[in-house]
């Protein structure tokens, strides 16, 4: 079977009219991960949602090649079904439980998870006695870790991950790495931004440089 891969093309990216990074060249294919580096306010986030398709570029272009199609080129934005996106917000609706939550979550990337499926991840995660407490009543890291859970729920190929480790302590965010080594091993991609020190065991990582405008 054929790898995904994602191509970016001299891309620029900003806010408004106001380029924070340009001319950006880089193609991944399945089995790679890359770190987005850069300072403060370079556009790392911007970059992330660009590429799942959240925002239009300023110049350039983002592909994307399925493994699961006949090798047709296509456009993230239509590919819900490709792509897992975890961004730095958790996402969560403080009224509703962590098994409402992801339930929502899924549907809404096209995927439909049993409850059980749902409660077993949470366990996995440590969070089996807070599987349906209102959400609004969890810590920050649990919060993270719950949001997180959709990395063990989904088959995307393609994760886009926006400081995903923040919050975590080091058991969870040693869980992180596993998960993630455990996707690029099994031929996906993964992209992420992060401060905190992520180990991806035998998984080399690239870098994705942004430099300011």
Do not use: Y
């Given at each position: ?8 093309r001299n891309l620029s990216c900003g806010r408004g ?15 790679e991960a890359a770190r987005v580096l850069g300072e ?17 570029p300023l110049t350039g272009e983002v592909v994307w ?149």
């Amino acid at each position: 079977m054929k790898r995904p891969r994602l191509g970016i093309r001299n891309l620029s990216c900003g806010r408004g009219e106001n380029a924070l990074f340009q001319g950006l060249d880089i193609s991944l294919v399945g089995g790679e991960a890359a770190r987005v580096l850069g300072e403060n306010g370079a556009g790392k986030t911007t970059l992330l949602r660009t590429l799942g398709g959240l925002q239009a570029p300023l110049t350039g272009e983002v592909v994307w090649e399925s493994a699961r199609d006949t090798g047709a080129v296509d456009d993230p934005v239509l590919l819900q079904d490709e792509l897992c996106f975890v961004g730095h917000d958790n996402a969560l609706n403080a009224a509703l439980t962590p098994v409402e939550n992801l339930d929502v979550l899924m549907r809404l990337c096209g995927r439909r998870v049993a409850p059980g499926r749902i409660r077993d991840t949470l366990a996995e995660l440590g969070l089996k006695r807070l599987a349906h407490r209102p959400s609004g009543r969890l810590s920050a890291g649990q919060k993270r870790r719950v949001s997180l859970a959709r990395l063990w729920l989904t088959d995307a190929p393609l994760w886009l991950l926006d400081e995903p480790a923040s919050a975590l302590d080091v058991d969870s965010r040693a869980l992180l790495c596993a998960r993630i080594a455990a996707h690029v091993a099994a031929g996906g991609i993964a992209v992420f931004t992060t401060h905190e020190a992520l180990t991806l065991a035998d998984v080399p990582v690239r870098s994705i440089e942004l430099l300011p405008c």
